[in-house]
Each structure stands twice: as C-alpha cells, then as structure tokens.
C-alpha cells in the first residue's frame, strides 16, 4: 500500500505525516550520500515512514474537528491504549514490518541514545539520528531539537527530559550518533536541510511499504 493511502487510512494530520516523510527523507540523503559499513537502506526508510503511527494519542482531542480523526483516536485508546511507543510497534508489524524492522524501531528512541550510540547497528543510528533532527516545523540541528525537547518535556515528571542532567547526557550521545554517522557520509550535517530532502519528500509519497 502507498504510503500516504497508509496514512489516510489511520487519519494522520498533515504535520504528523509530514514528520514522518521529512525523518525518511533525511535518512534517503544519507543513504544517497553513504560510504561506509553495508546497510539494510529499505529497512531504514520503511522504518521511518512508519515511525510515529501512534502519535496520534499525543495530539490533544481538540485539536482537529474532523470527524474521522477524532474517530480514529478514540479507537486507538480503545484498542491499544495510550502508550504510544506500544502503538508504533503495533502498527508497524500490521503495515509490513519485519522482525528486524521493528528492532530498530524499538531501539531508535532517543531515551535509548546510550544504547545507539554503543549499537553496531548504522540503520539503527540513521533512523535515531534522522527522527532527532526533524522538528515540527522542519529540519533543524541536533542541538535545537532536543534543547527544544527539554523545554517541552521539562514539566512531564516522567519523561527523560524532565530530567537536566538526563537530558545533557543524552543530547551528548545524540551528537556522538552524528559524528558516527558523517565519519561515513559525503556531506556535513548542514547539508542536512529542508532545501536538501524536499526532492526526497516528493519521491517518498510515492513510496510502497511492501508485505515481506
């Protein structure tokens, strides 16, 4: 199934497909541009197409009147609660997600960034990169977005970036994860912006997530 039919069948907002398409898009660019270790690239863009299905329950229920929406997020509670991370990994093994897939979806969160940065696993680190480089409004660097993270979360008591120190150490990490990266990619992170992966964003709304 085409991958913005996907997402029109779970009544995704725009800016929740949109980061979802720019999170594919940045790893594209840097599949394109890759000189290092041999990775899995459909893995990745599967993966980051996919990412964030279970968003939806984090979007207020008065942010949209659409009928379809508002539907869509009751059933979601209704039927996989209201854990988030849960429901992209549900979803993703409904829509085609193979087991190693699903692993790197698990394994990408940032609160994981420890565990990345240390991983042997480059589509893990690509996939985790790209998601914390992208913004609600675009691409920005790592340093915004997840500076940008701390103030957001910073009032959640049980979100890691509640946590100061938590939080320093995982945007360390986060930049670590760049540094992996760029020392096998032909571009500089600020060649990593929303002029550079518009082309791709076109090119992924065609994209088809296949049954394996």
């Not at 398409?21 to 980051?48: F, H, Q, T, Y």
């Not at 120190?165 to 020392?183: P, R, V």
């Not at 032909?186 to 994209?207: D, H, M």
């Amino acid at each position: 199934m085409n991958i913005i039919e996907i997402y029109n069948k779970y009544h995704l907002p725009e800016n929740l497909q949109m980061h979802m398409l720019r999170v594919a898009a940045c790893s594209n660019l840097i599949i394109d541009n890759w000189n290092g270790p041999k990775i899995d690239k459909e893995a990745i863009i599967r993966v980051s197409l996919l990412h964030d299905m279970g968003n939806i329950v984090k979007i207020p229920k008065d942010f949209s009147k659409d009928e379809g929406f508002i539907k869509t997020r009751k059933k979601y509670f209704d039927k996989y609660g209201t854990n988030d991370h849960e429901i992209n990994l549900e979803i993703g093994k409904q829509e085609g997600l193979n087991e190693k897939e699903i692993e790197i979806l698990d394994g990408k969160r940032s609160r994981k960034n420890e565990e990345t940065l240390k991983s042997n696993s480059y589509e893990r680190k690509i996939c985790a990169y790209c998601d914390q480089r992208v913004s609600p409004s675009g691409v920005v660097s790592i340093k915004e977005r997840l500076e940008d993270a701390k103030t957001r979360y910073k009032d959640k008591p049980l979100s890691v970036w509640s946590n100061k120190e938590k939080a320093d150490y995982l945007i360390e990490c986060s930049l670590g994860i760049e540094k992996q990266i760029m020392g096998h990619c032909k571009i500089t992170p600020e060649e990593i912006n929303n002029n550079s992966i518009e082309k791709y964003v076109e090119e992924l709304k065609k994209y088809t997530i296949k049954r394996y």
